[in-house]
């Protein structure tokens, strides 16, 4: 897209406040959206486009990221999923973690997740908080469908995503990462428990072969010996007919950020990749979208996957 008229992605930048003492309780989002360029002044001015008026309204993607890992990463992720016709919505939010410690985080209510409140609320309040701050936007007034939402995470914010979903409106659709629900023996659960999904709606949930950040914290779930709890969340946690797992061979636990940032999160503990990590994105992302394309939009598409590089099992 250009000053001089066409079609495309832009992003812009908004606020939302997700609770908690501040000044903790803000994530700054970014919500990436089809845009149409008019080449007027006003867009020359302030680099803001309208959004596509063809589309419009565009079914909202909010994604999830792992625990500090900033949302910049995604963008790759985030602008193809726009292309296809969506508003995507990444966010940071620097919030305790626990124990006193600080990061980003999507945030989890621990409470929530303890067994006698398990499955009474969401874990990640922020998810609706987020939702509820983009009808502050002006420039996308009209241009965004909250009642067709799907949500997606990588890590820990595919897991939030997968306990909350089902608690908020106008969910169709969810896709995780590197994600799985075994819960920590810490939170008072049994070791190797994988706690159901909280979800109604079809997921798909991805992961690579080469995921050393999972195997390197099964200690966190009781587990003696590295454990498969990505498998085991899609057999025992999920149970919609159309949910998919897609075991991307060769890739790690950070296929889907680019760049990966060695200063931060816990991207030390990955196995190096097996095959081009720029054509494990692409595949997953391709598959995402039409994931996204068939169970949100309602679009006459049959998700599917590049064999070469993606195991695709369906139930």
Not at 86 to 112: I, N, Q
Not at 228 to 247: G, I, Q
């Amino acid at each position: 897209m250009n000053a001089s008229g066409g079609t495309g992605v832009r992003s812009m930048w908004w606020s939302a406040d997700t609770g908690g003492t501040a000044p903790f309780g803000t994530a700054h989002l970014k919500v990436y959206y089809p845009a149409r360029a008019e080449g007027t002044d006003a867009e020359r001015l302030s680099g803001e486009f309208p959004p596509d008026p063809a589309g419009a309204p565009y079914p909202v993607v909010v994604f999830c990221s792992g625990v500090n890992v900033e949302q910049a990463v995604y963008r790759p992720l985030a602008s193809a999923i726009a292309a296809a016709g969506f508003a995507v919505v990444t966010f940071d939010r620097v919030a305790e973690l626990f124990g006193g410690r600080y990061g980003l985080t999507p945030g989890v209510d621990l409470d929530a997740a303890r067994p006698d409140a398990y499955g009474t609320r969401p874990t990640c309040p922020a998810i609706p908080a987020v939702l509820d701050a983009l009808g502050g936007i002006d420039l996308l007034k009209g241009a965004l469908d909250l009642d067709r939402v799907a949500l997606g995470g990588h890590s820990a914010g595919g897991t939030v995503v997968l306990q909350s979903a089902r608690f908020i409106p106008g969910v169709r659709a969810c896709f995780a990462y590197g994600t799985h629900t075994m819960v920590a023996t810490m939170l008072g659960w049994p070791a190797g428990t994988v706690l159901p999904a909280q979800v109604d709606c079809p997921v798909l949930l991805g992961v690579g072969t080469r995921d050393g950040v999972i195997m390197g914290s099964s200690d966190r779930y009781g587990q003696d010996a590295p454990s498969d709890p990505v498998s085991r969340t899609f057999t025992e946690a999920l149970h919609d007919p159309r949910d998919l797992l897609a075991v991307v061979r060769g890739a790690n636990h950070f296929a889907v950020a680019e760049p990966v940032d060695p200063t931060a999160a816990r991207a030390f503990l990955d196995l190096e990749p097996e095959t081009d990590p720029a054509a494990a994105r692409r595949a997953f992302t391709d598959l995402t979208v039409g994931f996204l394309r068939a169970h949100v939009r309602g679009d006459d598409v049959a998700p599917s996957a590049d064999p070469t590089l993606i195991d695709l099992r369906r139930r």
